[in-house]
């Protein structure tokens, strides 16, 4: 179908509103679709459509299986459809309710046969720290999807941001220049386009809801062999830390300092290998004091050949940049963001993980037996 979607997603609900109200305003014969999650609790979701003369349609759609997300996905397509069909809007914004995330909705637009033309998070520059470094629940937060959320504030709050092209960034008279700056060290590959009083001109935030977006290519960047991960940075009190090595981390030793290097920053994130588990690429993901690792599958170096035609195209290439001799495409790769970040102690205790010359030496079949300190946290 013709209809071009934009996706506006964003935890700031004031900045998203801001957002919206901009596209609706520059965009003729654009109409903004919001499915109101936060009524869930009375077995419905409450849905709107209007232009930026006020509400054109509400209506009521059931939870399904008890998930107010879930009847979101069942709804938004349908309703898109009918737009569509009607010919008469330019514009359909989906502006996604609080804590939902914009990739798969995204993806959910894109299945049923509608063009995603853009996605946008809104954005508070003052409040990235506070939301990085919650730790909370949603469902403590009030903010959860569905009865079975085990989501944190921060880790929502990050693939919100990370996942969008384009960043809408409020004008906040309480942002400083360090919380700019850590908005920018956290997404510097992001389009930010102002969305406040002071943003003189508005059409470019309408030329970037209908620039184009590839649902496909936006997925692989985000797996963990192939994100395009933050560079080394240092300005107005924040930094950004990449640590990138060929050895291995020592299972036991790792694990020891899980605590510490989480608490490091307000972000980190990449990727790395255990020496009990060489042919495992696992993800780390950590925000809000809280990690999360887990498998992403096999490294490509670990794969017969024959299975290297099922790889998207992007990792191949991302593996031929930096292909090793001995072990491939294996190599820890981890991002660190913060302000006050204490670099020189981060990188001691990072290379005190490390298999020492000894174990190195000893191989991958001595490797493999060392304790399997990572199981319980990976469910193996």
């Known amino acids: ?28 014969g654009s ?68 804590s939902v995330e914009p990739r ?41 999807a569905a009865a079975t959320d085990q989501r944190t504030v921060a ?28 908005l920018a060290q956290l997404h510097p590959t992001a389009r930010r386009i102002p969305i406040g009083a002071d943003a003189r001109s508005p059409e470019p935030l309408a030329r970037a809801a209908l620039a184009g977006f590839d649902v496909e290519a936006a997925a692989a960047a985000q797996h963990p062999a192939c994100a395009r991960l933050p560079q080394e940075a240092d300005g107005h009190g924040v930094s950004t830390l990449v640590w990138s090595r060929r050895r291995p981390f020592h299972p036991e030793r790792l694990y020891a300092a899980l605590e510490d290097l989480t608490c490091a920053a307000a972000r980190s994130r990449g990727r790395f ?3 009990d588990k060489p042919d495992t690429l696992l993800h780390w ?28 195209p992007v990792r191949r290439a991302a593996a031929a940049v930096d292909w090793h001799p001995e072990h491939g495409d294996r190599r820890t790769h981890l991002v660190f963001t913060s302000p006050a970040l204490d670099r020189d102690g981060l990188t001691r205790l990072l290379e005190s993980c490390l298999l020492t010359d000894a174990e190195y030496a000893a191989g991958r079949d001595s490797w493999r037996k060392l304790p399997p300190a990572f199981d319980t946290l990976l469910e193996v």
């Open 31 to 98: 109409v903004v679709l919001h499915h109101d999650l936060a009524t869930a609790a009375a077995g419905t979701v409450v849905r709107t459509v209007r232009d930026r003369d006020g509400l054109l349609s509400a209506g009521e759609t059931p939870l399904v299986n008890d998930c107010a997300c879930c009847a979101l996905r069942e709804d938004l397509v349908p309703e898109l459809r009918r737009l569509a069909d009607a010919g008469t809007t330019r514009l359909a914004i989906v502006e996604l309710w609080d």
């Open 155 to 182: 880790d929502t709050f990050a693939r919100q941001l990370e996942y969008a092209p384009v960043l809408a960034v409020a004008d906040s008279p309480e942002a400083d220049d360090e919380d700019r700056e850590l």
């Open 285 to 312: 993901d950590a925000a809000g004091g809280a990690l999360c690792v887990e498998s992403a599958g096999p490294w490509l170096a670990a794969l017969p050949d024959a299975a290297w035609e099922t790889v998207p």
């Open 1 to 28: 179908m013709s209809l071009p979607v934009a996706v506006v997603a964003g935890l700031h609900t004031a900045a998203r509103t801001a957002a919206v109200d901009r596209l609706l305003a520059d965009v003729p």
């Open 273 to 275: 290998w255990l020496a």
């Open 104 to 144: 798969a909705m995204a993806e959910v637009i894109a299945s049923g046969g509608l063009t995603v033309t853009s996605v946008i998070t809104a954005v508070d520059p003052a409040l990235v720290l506070p939301c990085l470094g919650n730790g909370d629940d949603l469902a403590e937060a009030g903010l959860a």
